[in-house]
């Protein structure tokens, strides 16, 4: 019987031993993290407003900037900048990206970005039907910290036939990677 109640107390007395080794002054863990792609985008330029500098009848023109950052896979990666005219000049008597009153109006633009993004080739013309190309991104690209900047240089046809008074179209830039 002492036998079996020094076995109980020697047992006990290691199992006190061991919760009380679990606790320290100092203490570890490890810690993972998965670093993904991402993308973000700021337009710098609230409103652009195109102006008709020069020549009469000399197409409108403006500038909008904005900042990106971004950071795709190493391996396949790839990234986009587009932009959509998500709302047409209104009203309807002056110009219009969708239905332009006359046959080769039409409003352009070029891009300017800097590295890693790749800017648009030529003269892009808008659309209200699809996105149209901005920039691109290859693999394993990585903005600065405070982003890269980029900007898009508007072209907008100057027809007599548009009726006098003040329009506003919206256009959305959208950034992604992978």
């Not at 391996?75 to 959509?84: K, Y």
């Given at each position: ?12 007395s290691?199992?006190?031993l ?12 490890s ?27 000399n197409a ?94 508007w ?9 006098t ?5 919206t ?8």
């Amino acid at each position: 019987m002492f036998k079996k109640i020094a076995m109980v107390v020697f047992a006990v007395s290691l199992m006190t031993l061991a919760a009380q080794a679990q606790f320290n002054t100092t203490g570890t863990t490890s810690m993972s993290v998965t670093v993904a792609a991402e993308a973000s985008l700021q337009v710098n330029t609230a409103t652009t407003t195109l102006a008709n500098v020069g020549t009469i009848f000399n197409a409108y023109t403006g500038t909008t900037n904005f900042t990106y950052k971004v950071r795709t896979t190493k391996t396949g990666g790839t990234g986009t900048i587009t932009l959509q005219v998500t709302s047409d000049f209104s009203p309807a008597t002056g110009p219009s990206i969708a239905t332009p009153p006359t046959a080769g109006d039409a409003m352009t633009y070029t891009c300017t970005t800097t590295a890693p993004a790749t800017g648009c080739v030529g003269t892009v013309t808008s659309s209200t039907s699809a996105a149209t190309s901005v920039a691109t991104f290859g693999t394993n690209a990585h903005s600065a910290s405070a982003g890269n900047a980029g900007s898009v240089a508007w072209s907008l046809t100057d027809d007599p036939t548009y009726t006098t008074g003040a329009y506003s179209a919206t256009v959305t830039l959208t950034i992604s990677a992978a």
